[in-house]
């Protein structure tokens, strides 16, 4: 009986000891301090709206540092197509630069010239810039390996650069986007400021052209050269011709006088 006894004394004690451990593994697991959540770097966050921003169609106006705004139509089937004021010949013609189905065109004053083929690019000299961070610099802004450091502050990425790069993907300067990707701002030494004027409204299905294609040159930047003036023709009188005006009599000297 005795023995009987130690046993079941040696198995409660057992129990309850191992009932006391797990309490004292659950206490100890309440006890342990949360962790922080882990914070996104600023090239991250930066990277994720532009990614958003990629994905979006829409039609939005921008206030330009330059004068004017700048509209952007990024249609829903991918064609784009960006109103740029007052740069065309000396700052007196509004053009638009496009992309569609066809290639890149120049539009103003109602005709249309295109530029290049669909897998092509905007000549430079016929390059407003401010189309590209719309259209070309955002997707670079995926690239992890970009040779910028980027700081955030709120909804606005600077881009500096961080090592010696002789031609860069994209220039550095600032760029603002919200949670959702809209663009809301961008400054590059390129082209100055783009500021959002207003909220973005819906996408058109695709771009259309504003004017008929032409077989022309496009408008550069440059104004056009001022006419030569036309040289006056001579009014000199031909050798040998008989003046109106008689020679000139010399007055009398002082010297010649006598007195008398």
């Not at 342990?32 to 770097?41: L, V, W």
């Not at 064609?79 to 539009?107: I, M």
């Not at 500096?160 to 030494?189: F, H, K, M, R, Y």
């Not at 695709?206 to 030569?228: C, Q, R, S, Y």
């Amino acid at each position: 009986m005795g023995t009987r006894r130690t046993n079941r004394t040696v198995a409660a004690l057992t129990v309850t000891a191992l009932l006391a451990l797990a309490g004292c593994g659950t206490a100890t697991a309440e006890d342990r301090p949360e962790e922080a959540p882990r914070r996104h770097s600023a090239q991250a966050t930066l990277i994720g709206r532009a990614a958003r921003a990629l994905d979006t169609a829409f039609t939005a106006e921008y206030t330009w540092s330059q004068g004017g705004t700048v509209t952007v139509w990024a249609a829903e089937d991918g064609t784009w197509r960006v109103d740029v004021p007052d740069w065309a010949l000396g700052g007196t013609v509004d053009v638009s630069v496009a992309w569609t189905t066809g290639g890149f065109f120049q539009c103003a004053a109602g005709r249309c010239v295109k530029l290049a083929g669909i897998t092509g690019e905007v000549p430079r000299e016929y390059d407003p810039h401010v189309q590209r961070p719309f259209v070309e610099w955002l997707p670079q802004l995926l690239d992890r390996h970009l040779p910028f450091s980027v700081a955030q502050d709120g909804d606005c990425f600077t881009l500096t650069p961080n090592t010696v790069v002789v031609d860069p993907p994209i220039p550095p300067g600032e760029w603002c986007l919200d949670q959702a990707g809209t663009i809301l701002a961008v400054e590059s030494a390129a082209f100055g400021t783009l500021e959002l004027a207003r909220e973005p409204a819906a996408a058109a299905a695709t771009v259309e052209l504003p004017g008929d294609v032409v077989d022309e040159e496009p408008l550069g930047a440059e104004a056009p050269p001022e006419p030569t003036p036309t040289p006056a023709a001579s009014a000199t009188a031909p050798a040998g011709t008989p003046s109106a005006t008689p020679p000139a009599t010399a007055a009398p000297s002082p010297e010649g006088t006598t007195g008398e």
